[in-house]
Every structure is written in structure tokens, then in C-alpha cells.
């Protein structure tokens, strides 16, 4: 299994819990630009991570 192409190819699934977060935190006040990107990134970055260990694990227990 190629886990980086099965993480780039499937983090956009997994991102829905932040955000919702920062939708909640979007309505109590504009974003500027700058938190917008750091929200994207934060949710790129943990969906990855998350893919990364599941995927690691799966592929440690079908060896």
C-alpha cells in the first residue's frame, strides 16, 4: 500500500470535525485571511496525520 498517495488522495474525508469547529468560530466573528489559512492548514495537516497513523496501522496488522 502507498500510505502518502492514500493520504493525499483521502484527507478531504476526514476533516469534517475541525471543521465544524471553525465554522462555529467563523459566526462569532469575521476571519481575516491570515486565520482562514491557518484553519485550512491546521485541517490539512491533522486530516494527514490521522490518515497516516490509520493507514500505518492497518498496513502493520495485514503483514
Avoid: A, C, G, V
Avoid at 2 to 14: A, L, P, S, V
Avoid at 27 to 34: A, I, Q
Amino acid at each position: 500500500m502507498d500510505i502518502d498517495k492514500f493520504i493525499e488522495d483521502n484527507w478531504q474525508d476526514h476533516n469534517s470535525d475541525l471543521e465544524k469547529l471553525f465554522n462555529k468560530f467563523s459566526k462569532l466573528r469575521p476571519l481575516n485571511k491570515t486565520e482562514k489559512y491557518l484553519m485550512e492548514e491546521t485541517m490539512k495537516t491533522n486530516s494527514r496525520i490521522q490518515l497516516s497513523l490509520i493507514s500505518k496501522f492497518l498496513d502493520e496488522r495485514s503483514k
